[in-house]
């Protein structure tokens, strides 16, 4: 099994620490492929996607701005190698999304969505997070614009489903009551990971409409999800701190 295979393998099992190692192994092992021959691109595709790989678990642990040892570093690395690596941009986007730099997280976000490949697993949450933080940058007419957009070309034809469901409450197509409700799920797996996200959007929109009070009960109630691996949960937890105590 090669290191970056093992790598994957472990960071499936969570064994953050053991992944990191394997990815750090297989990245110098590309950087060295790629400088002995550099006519051969691929190489360069190779090693930019190690760049992103330990990238993505140091993301995972909370290691994200330093400068040289920081998820986003390397996340920046993968660019500069590959710049058509958009897993890379959208790892940096969620990592500055953390970090409040919104304007950043936009701009990551807005080139992923230009070079990643059409399809609802690809393209369905960044346009979610894309809306998220043009509104709070009080762009909520261009936000609203290109959702609907986005949400008009996803459903052409197709059943409606649980991510329309978001988009659409995003839209105000839906009150927040029913939106929660419609998290539901007789799945207890796909029940605590709707109602991660029910609770994370419906905070966002509250802390949009400036009720920070409510926004953090509906983030506390996002984390009693335990959804770790959720982007949504991620989010939260760097929302609560933002706000601090609340009466």
Same mark, same amino acid.
């Given at each position: 099994?090669?290191?970056?295979? $093992?790598? &994957?393998?472990?960071? @499936? !099992?969570?064994? *953050?620490?053991?992944?990191?190692?394997?990815?750090?192994?297989? +990245?110098?092992?590309?950087?060295?492929?790629?400088?002995?021959?550099?006519?051969?691109?691929?190489?360069?595709?190779?090693?930019?996607?190690?760049?992103?790989?330990?990238?993505?678990?140091?993301?995972?642990?909370?290691?994200?701005?330093?400068?040289?040892?920081?998820?986003?570093?390397?996340?920046?690395?993968?660019?500069?190698?590959?710049?058509?690596?958009?897993?890379?941009?959208?790892?940096?986007?969620?990592?500055?999304?953390? $970090?409040? &730099?919104?304007?950043? @997280? !936009?701009?990551? *976000?807005?080139?992923?969505?230009?070079?990643?490949?059409?399809? +609802?697993?690809?393209?369905?949450?960044?346009?979610?997070?894309?809306?998220?933080?043009?509104?709070?940058?009080?762009?909520?007419?261009?936000?609203?614009?290109?959702?609907?957009?986005?949400?008009?070309?996803?459903?052409?034809?197709?059943?409606?489903?649980?991510?329309?469901?978001?988009?659409?409450?995003?839209?105000?197509?839906?009150?927040?009551?029913?939106?929660?409700?419609?998290?539901?799920?007789?799945?207890?797996?796909?029940?605590?990971?709707?109602?991660?996200? @029910?609770?994370?959007?419906?905070?966002?929109?509250?802390?949009?409409?400036?009720?920070?009070?409510?926004?953090?009960?509906?983030?506390?109630?996002?984390?009693?999800?335990?959804?770790?691996?959720?982007?949504?949960?991620?989010?939260?937890?760097?929302?609560?701190?933002?706000?601090?105590?609340?009466?």
């Amino acid at each position: 099994m090669s290191y970056g295979k $093992l790598g &994957d393998v472990l960071q @499936a !099992q969570g064994k *953050l620490s053991e992944a990191l190692d394997a990815y750090q192994q297989a +990245r110098v092992i590309a950087k060295g492929l790629a400088e002995k021959d550099k006519s051969n691109t691929g190489w360069q595709w190779d090693l930019s996607s190690t760049y992103q790989n330990v990238g993505e678990v140091l993301e995972a642990q909370g290691k994200l701005d330093d400068p040289l040892h920081g998820a986003i570093a390397y996340y920046t690395q993968a660019i500069r190698l590959d710049p058509s690596q958009y897993g890379a941009y959208l790892g940096r986007a969620n990592a500055k999304q953390v $970090l409040a &730099d919104f304007q950043g @997280a !936009q701009n990551d *976000l807005i080139r992923y969505v230009e070079l990643a490949p059409e399809g +609802r697993s690809v393209q369905d949450y960044p346009h979610l997070f894309l809306w998220l933080l043009r509104s709070r940058q009080g762009r909520i007419a261009e936000a609203n614009q290109e959702l609907s957009i986005y949400l008009e070309k996803r459903s052409d034809g197709l059943a409606r489903d649980w991510v329309t469901g978001i988009a659409e409450f995003l839209l105000n197509k839906i009150v927040e009551a029913d939106f929660v409700a419609a998290a539901n799920s007789l799945d207890t797996e796909k029940d605590r990971g709707q109602h991660c996200e @029910a609770w994370y959007y419906s905070g966002m929109k509250r802390l949009l409409a400036g009720d920070k009070k409510t926004a953090a009960n509906y983030f506390r109630k996002c984390l009693a999800t335990r959804e770790s691996n959720f982007d949504e949960y991620i989010f939260a937890q760097a929302e609560l701190k933002r706000i601090g105590p609340t009466k």
